[in-house]
């Protein structure tokens, strides 16, 4: 069984940069993946992306591509959302899970405000 907490959100201004955190208990393999995932207000989970435990190797949703980047610390076990030059579809709670998809174990949310 695998925790995950993840911190870091906020309130923003359009522009700005934010870094979200997501540490796990409990052992994760190489093969596992650590995603993101946000969803806005009155709207549906969305994918943002993962990293691959073992490699990682990265996949980003287009909306994403270029502006976000996750990494991770494996002795911490911890990934990280970097977020640069947020815009205001950016908003949401933004969660991360783990595992194998579809994944196993999620965290709670963080919620990330972006405001103009």
């Known amino acids: 069984q695998v925790q995950l907490v993840e911190s870091g959100g906020g309130l923003v201004q359009a522009g700005d940069s934010l870094r979200l955190s997501c540490a796990a208990s409990?052992?994760?393999?190489?093969?596992?993946?650590m995603a993101w995932f946000r969803q806005a207000p009155g709207k549906d989970r969305e994918f943002v992306g993962f990293i691959r435990w073992g490699y990682g190797t990265t996949v980003y949703a287009n909306s994403v591509k270029g502006r976000f980047t996750i990494t991770r610390d494996r002795s911490k076990n911890t990934s990280y959302l970097q977020m640069n030059s947020l815009q205001l579809t950016d908003t949401g709670v933004y969660y991360c899970?783990?595992?194998?998809?579809?994944?196993?174990?999620w965290g709670q949310g963080t919620q990330v405000t972006v405001s103009s």
């Open positions: 409990g052992r994760l393999y190489s093969s596992h993946h």
């Open positions: 899970a783990a595992g194998s998809e579809p994944y196993n174990w």
